[in-house]
């Protein structure tokens, strides 16, 4: 059996050349007057300032390689949460990520599993992955160029995880999730990530996103209708003044959520 070579391309910092914003996507208006450069040149060297100081606080916080993350969130859990509500840093984000969400453990308990499932295994969705590869952040730097290192990444961590959880298996819509993190790491972490949030590594499982029916979408959009009637009265009226009822415009996004996702 011929095998199938893992693509060992890492994204790294996307380019920023004009036509594109800071994350890599092609911007809708690329035209940028000289007058409101300048305008807000000063309001973005405060934002750079900003941002250099809250990453210094965060390395700081999880350690060199996340070597102190655990001790930290022990210690002051609170000083945690408030910094994540914050923002994480964008240059920390990939690992960040794995460290909240216990996908980095499960990556070192499994070593050669991704690996095992990408070369040996094949899936029943994966004709139906590389139809939606396409889809997937068309606008975006890393996943434009057709069989280029971002679609073949991918294709991989969306078959993989196909194979590994055979009851969700493949869902359209999974690529924005997958690709997102796509951005931020390798293959085989950003696979063991997807696992974590899917499966419920740390915190509660995702995969009713993705099931049949929809359970946690029903469940998200109940809770955001109960929210909104509780605390924003007014706002809700002056909704279905306009849109009809609110639950109306919940069916109708538990039936799009998923296909209607995109880059924006």
Known sequence: MEKKRIDDYEPGPVPSPR???RFGFVKQDANTSEGGVKTNRSAHE??????????RK?????????????????RKPYVVKRRIRKGIPDCLRGLVWQLISGSRDLLLMNPGVYEQLVIYETSASELDIIRDISRTFPSHVF???????????????????SVFDR????VQGMGFLAGLLLLYMSEEDAFWLLVALLKGAVHAPMEGLYLTGLPLVQQYLFQFERLITKRLEE???EYEKKNGKLSRSGEHSKQSILPSINSN
């Open 19 to 21: 036509g594109l914003d």
């Open 58 to 74: 965060w390395r700081k916080m999880i350690g060199v390689g996340g070597s102190d993350w655990k001790h930290y969130l022990r």
């Open 167 to 170: 009851d969700v298996g493949y």
């Open 235 to 237: 706002l809700k009226e």
């Open 143 to 161: 996943f434009q160029q057709r069989h280029g290192p971002g679609q073949r990444s991918l294709y991989n961590v969306l078959k993989a995880y």
């Open 46 to 55: 405060y934002e750079r300032i900003k941002e250099g100081r809250r990453v």
